[in-house]
């Protein structure tokens, strides 16, 4: 069996409270594994994940990207 490869990651943090965002935002964020301000999470660089971060500008943002 195959291992996988570990491809580029992006750190996100989550910078505002969900708290008066609609339903979508909070999905997102949820999406994203975030639920609380100042959390950071790990996740692959992909469309996907950029995508959701580009909804959502004013609630996260970018701390770091690995190569």
């Known amino acids: 069996?195959?291992?996988a490869k570990?491809?580029?990651l992006i750190k996100i943090m989550q910078v505002r409270s969900?708290?008066?965002?609609?339903?979508r935002q909070r999905a997102t964020l949820h999406s994203l594994k975030l639920?609380?301000?100042?959390k950071v999470v790990e996740l692959p660089d992909n469309d996907a994940v950029?995508?959701?971060?580009n909804a959502i500008p004013h609630?996260?943002?970018i701390v770091?990207?690995?190569q």
């Open 50 to 53: 950029r995508g959701m971060v």
């Open 59 to 61: 609630l996260v943002q």
């Open 64 to 66: 770091e990207e690995k």
């Open 1 to 3: 069996m195959k291992k």
């Open 35 to 38: 639920g609380r301000p100042n």
């Open 6 to 8: 570990k491809g580029n």
């Open 18 to 23: 969900e708290i008066c965002t609609t339903k």
